[in-house]
């Protein structure tokens, strides 16, 4: 996706660019079928070669998370990316109610900037993947990108009472407690960035690709998490005591171009290309 599409599209979306050069650069670049395992590309000292050339060390089982996709696929992308009509319906997410069209998806192209129909959907489809497998992956709960705005749009910048409703036991099936983890997606005007509610090590973490430090951020989610065990009838909890963490273990962006990188236990990062 990085390297590979970043040549590809150079052109800066120029649709003369036809299929037979956008298979002889897939794979000059990829050496293999386009899809997220360019991602987990391993270097002689098999170390994974993230798309920001940086070496990561590989998860044991990652190849299962990463599947490659086949050249009939690649043409499905290549058309995404270099159709006329920007307004066509490229997905359509029945569930979420979320719609792609081929202009917002073109979003993905270096240069231009995330927008929020193309995390929702991604953050749906991780949901979706452990209901499917359940045993597999740790119980998480995803919020969308509204949520973080929603909920410190209050007078003195919070306001549970706007989010009370979200995550009542008859629309999610579960309380926010019993999961391991929560993520909520933060906007910073000019980036995306995470923010992980661990409950399993009662820990808030706080991940920025720019290297930035919100310890704002996590004091507000831990003051939520508050009150929404105690809204919900569970037994109280002082998450605020809980440990906040500045993640600084992370990629760092080259330009304004975001990426998602999910790992075994559906702990992922936004960062930047």
Not at 49 to 67: C, G, Q
Not at 235 to 264: A, G
Request: charged share 30%.
């Amino acid at each position: 996706m990085g390297n590979f599409f970043s040549h590809l599209l150079q052109r800066k979306g120029d649709d003369r660019v036809n299929l037979n050069e956008f298979k002889k650069s897939h794979e000059r670049f990829s050496q293999g079928p386009l899809g997220l395992g360019i991602l987990t590309q391993k270097d002689d000292r098999g170390y994974s070669t993230s798309v920001l050339n940086r070496k990561i060390k590989p998860k044991d089982d990652r190849k299962e998370l990463f599947h490659s996709l086949k050249y009939e696929d690649d043409e499905e992308v290549f058309h995404a990316f270099h159709g006329g009509n920007s307004d066509e319906i490229l997905v359509r997410h029945e569930p979420s109610n979320i719609v792609i069209s081929r202009g917002v998806l073109q979003c993905l192209r270096p240069g231009a900037w995330l927008n929020d129909e193309v995390i929702n959907l991604y953050l749906e489809l991780l949901k979706e993947r452990e209901r499917r497998e359940p045993e597999k992956f740790l119980k998480c709960h995803f919020f969308n990108t509204f949520f973080f705005e929603k909920l410190t749009n209050g007078k003195n910048g919070y306001d549970f009472k706007a989010v009370r409703r979200w995550t009542t036991k008859k629309k999610l099936g579960y309380t926010l407690i019993e999961c391991d983890k929560v993520f909520v997606p933060i906007h910073k005007g000019k980036h995306w960035c995470l923010a992980v509610i661990n409950i399993k090590n009662e820990t808030f973490q706080y991940l920025d690709s720019l290297g930035g430090e919100d310890i704002h951020v996590l004091e507000v989610l831990a003051r939520y998490l508050m009150e929404e065990t105690r809204d919900k009838g569970d037994t109280e909890i002082d998450s605020t005591s809980w440990k906040k963490e500045l993640v600084d273990d992370l990629p760092l962006q080259k330009n304004w171009r975001v990426c998602f990188f999910v790992t075994n236990d559906a702990f992922f990062i936004i960062f930047l290309l």
